[in-house]
C-alpha cells in the first residue's frame, strides 16, 4: 500500500508554526507513517512593495530581494524539519514564489496530496474580506481535504 501524502503549509506566523506543531503532536503515528511535505510559499507582491521604496528598481535590486527571500525560506523550511525530526517525523520541504493561497493549492494537486493542513490567523470577517484567508480559500479550492488548525486564545 502507497504512504499517504500530508501537506503542512506555514509561513513565518506563529499560527502556522501551531498547525504544525498541533499536527505532528495530534496525529503523529498517521503523519509519521505519511509522506510529509511542510511547504512555504514566497508571495512575489513583498518582492515589488520592498523595491517600490527605492524608485524604479534595477534588476539586480529585485533579484538581491528574490534570493534573501529564498534564503529566508529555506531557514523557516529548516526549522520546520527540525521541529519534525525532534518528533521522529521525516520530512520533505518545498517553497514556490507566487500568491501564497494559490501556490499551496497548485502544489497540493501537483503532488497529489491528500490532507493539507494550514494554520489560521482567527480573523474575523471585516479582516477577512479586506485581507483574505488563505485558509479559508484552500479549504474553497483545494482538491484534496483541507483540516485548518486555529491557534487557541490564550
Not at 502556522?16 to 503532536?25: D, G, P, S, T
Not at 479549504?139 to 491557534?151: F, G, Q, S, T
Request: charged share 25%; proline share 5%.
Amino acid at each position: 500500500m502507497d504512504k499517504k501524502k500530508v501537506m503542512v503549509a506555514i509561513d513565518e506566523s506563529e499560527c502556522r508554526h501551531y498547525a504544525l506543531q498541533w499536527a505532528l503532536e495530534n496525529l503523529g503515528d498517521a503523519i509519521s507513517k505519511s509522506d510529509l511535505i511542510i511547504f512555504t510559499a514566497r508571495p512575489t507582491e513583498f518582492i515589488y512593495v520592498q523595491a517600490s521604496m527605492f524608485g524604479a528598481a534595477p534588476p539586480d535590486l529585485l533579484m538581491s530581494i528574490q534570493e534573501n527571500q529564498k534564503k529566508a525560506a529555506l531557514a523557516l523550511l529548516g526549522r520546520a524539519k527540525e521541529i519534525c525530526a525532534k518528533h521522529g517525523v521525516v520530512a520533505e520541504t518545498m517553497t514556490e514564489m507566487g500568491d501564497p493561497k494559490i501556490v499551496i493549492c497548485e502544489a497540493a494537486e501537483k503532488h497529489k496530496i491528500q490532507l493539507l493542513i494550514v494554520g489560521s490567523h482567527s480573523r474575523g470577517p471585516i479582516q477577512r474580506a479586506f485581507l483574505g484567508s488563505v485558509s479559508n480559500y484552500c479549504v474553497h479550492n483545494a482538491k484534496c481535504p483541507v483540516l485548518v488548525v486555529r491557534k487557541p486564545v490564550e
